[in-house]
């Protein structure tokens, strides 16, 4: 009886397959499962099934939105005329949360990646474009990660669409505030000095 | 637009839920389900409510089974006269692992613990006596975890066990195969000493 009970194994197996999920950690999300009361267990389940029917992407910047358009783009208050091109659904509530803000997005869902066999079509490039020649677009900023295959998408971005007319700008790269210039990589001190400005 | 899309932040809370779950590892959980293939994420669903619906307890040893006699009480390979009490159901699999042990085991779902407001009355005590007065039973090993709520039931259990007329034993205490003296603890390096045995 070295084998766990079979419904129990499958639970488990489920729970390895999502990201950062171990053995370990899997069992015992799935002993969480047994000790609750089964109405919340039958929840949990529910929750997964709406999450799964009831979120799609916005037709117009491509995040995740349980509407046809989300509610950035569908607000009056949002500038539209500046579009910040991010990676994921996260990125864009990391700079929601800093509500300073006031432009539009375009989620790509996911960095040019050859090692991954991800290449720009994968991504919602196409779908950027179309943006920026119908709607009045002045500036695209290109707020991919600071990683290669963010800085290589990023790159990508911006040949593209600079000919289409519009400014394209990114991200600074620098320092993090509270940092210590003895600890900070040399790629990201040099951009530091780089990226000066007058005080 | 800084909250989540709501049937994500409801998946987000269901997660968090779980054991030793917290917020970021929650969102990351809620976001593989978003990302994978629809089946998957109904397959999971399915296999909460497969895990709920189909397991239940062992009616001899309390143990989580999917039969109403869990495959070691029902096995006539095993000593039946040896009970082996453990707290859960991962003692029972950890026991198992080793393939020495040739008894039975007995479930109490938890440990005496006045902190939590868990008495004797909460764990399958009951069951267990009603085992040892019904059944051949020769000896009790009793292996709850060397914590405190864990010696506190081996000590209520063998003061209970002991007018039964049954052998009751304590699983050893003393250092893990492979430490070193010189980081043990001193109530393990002290019951280690006790508990020495001539070679």
Known sequence: MEELVKPLQELVDKFRTLEGVGKKSAMRMAFSILDMPDADAFAFAQAILDAKTNIGRCSVCQNISSDEVCPIC???TRDHSVI???EDYQAVLAIE???EYSGVYHVLHGTISPMKGI???QLKIK???ERINSENVQEVIIATNPTVSGEATAMY???LLKPCGVKVTRIANG???GADLEYADSVTLYRAIMGRHDI
């Open 175 to 177: 320092l993090p505030v």
């Open 157 to 159: 971005l911006s040949r």
């Open 97 to 99: 949360k800093v509500k």
């Open 84 to 86: 910040c091109v991010v």
């Open 127 to 129: 779908e950027l474009l």
């Open 74 to 76: 569908s607000s009056s």
């Open 119 to 121: 290449g720009p079509d």
